[in-house]
């Protein structure tokens, strides 16, 4: 990882926490916002402590791109937990066939950005 990346890991870190002292749930009631400012807590150190020995430069941008656009996202939404995509079963039309496999294939790829965690830590 190199200096700059570093830094940019570290200032997403600090920023998480700065917003985690200032944040108030969308209903006013204390112990929701007692409760969403512990996942918040909870879900930065699982995923930093999940990535924290990545050495490839593309899988940490990707993870620098879900971070920030998770905070946009609930910054802007007032929700800290990841908004989630519904899509109809079989409802993404694949290249070739309509199978199980195919489809399952196409959702993974169409699957947003401040997703790509999700699954797999819940």
Sequence with gaps: ?????????????RRIFRLVRKWQAASGQMEDTIKE?????N????LFQKNKNL??????????????ARIEIGLH???PYPRPIHLP?????PLRGRGLRSQEK????????YLKSHDEIS
């Design 55 to 68: 050495t490839d430069t593309e899988l940490i941008k990707q993870c620098i791109d879900e971070c920030t």
């Design 1 to 13: 990882m190199t200096t700059a990346t570093r830094q940019e890991v570290l200032g997403l870190y």
């Design 89 to 93: 079963p079989m409802g993404l039309t």
């Design 37 to 41: 400012k512990q996942y918040i807590l």
């Design 43 to 46: 879900e930065a150190r699982t």
């Design 106 to 113: 196409l959702r993974k790829l169409s699957k947003p950005v």
């Design 77 to 79: 939404y007032q929700i």
